[in-house]
């Protein structure tokens, strides 16, 4: 069970979940921004400390340094987000229709070794465990605890295709939409955990780049049976916003 306590860790300066995110959440595979008025520019709260040192390249293996912004990107915040990646059965296989999560700022303490190098192994431990915690029950647990939420994570679909959204409205700021510019498999387990990515803004200004990685959990199961079934996968990630 040691797992649980090295996220505790973690857990302990991140917001808590709205009622056990994302098990009270009903499915919902896309998100339109046009009820979106009078947000304020920009990315909500600012660090609280100073994130000058914070090094996304020294946590990435050479084999994946593509996900690192170009050198005139500067960081801006650093958190986690917890969620689920939402597929549907189609042809056999699940289908990604989009994702839910809730990001809270984890800048003044990413460099923890429970957030910066085990947040995926430690996840991962929990989703394995028999008998033991949950995953969605140790969700359930880190909405008791205190911390500052930044934005919401979700899809959009007005451009006819799907494209992640990360809105800073909860947090006063404004928000962004994201293109894939890398995708990358997770260096460690991508069976289990969803690629790293690299996003480009092409909509809002709360940030220029961003970058995925850590990520724990997410993938569907390799087939699927009944055609349009939908399934919610619990994932974690690090997500680091470059202004």
Not at 73 to 99: D, E, M, P, R, W
Not at 230 to 239: D, G, I, M, N, R
């Amino acid at each position: 069970m040691h797992g649980i306590f090295k996220l505790t860790a973690a857990a302990l300066a991140v917001a808590p979940l709205a009622s056990a995110l994302p098990f009270s959440i009903p499915f919902v595979a896309s998100h339109s921004l046009a009820a979106r008025s009078g947000l304020a520019p920009g990315q909500g709260q600012a660090p609280k400390c100073d994130i000058s040192q914070a090094n996304l390249a020294a946590e990435l293996p050479a084999s994946l340094s593509a996900l690192i912004p170009p050198s005139n990107a500067s960081l801006s915040q650093v958190t986690i987000g917890f969620g689920t990646q939402n597929y549907t059965c189609t042809g056999g296989k699940f289908v990604n229709v989009g994702a839910l999560a809730q990001v809270f700022d984890i800048s003044c303490i990413q460099e923890l070794p429970a957030i910066s190098a085990n947040l995926a192994a430690a996840i991962n431990e929990i989703q394995g465990l028999e008998g033991g915690i949950a995953f969605e029950n140790w969700m359930a647990k880190v909405a008791q605890w205190s911390g500052f939420k930044l934005a919401d994570h979700y899809f959009d679909t007005s451009s006819g295709s799907l494209a992640p959204v990360f809105n800073f409205q909860v947090s006063g700021g404004d928000f962004v939409i994201g293109k894939k510019l890398q995708d990358l498999p997770d260096p460690t387990n991508p069976a289990v955990n969803v690629d790293w990515l690299q996003l480009t803004a092409v909509a809002g200004d709360a940030a220029k780049f961003l970058v995925r990685e850590q990520t724990a959990g997410g993938q569907p199961p390799a087939s699927c049976s009944i055609e349009n079934e939908t399934l919610q996968v619990p994932y974690a990630a690090k997500y680091w916003f470059f202004a």
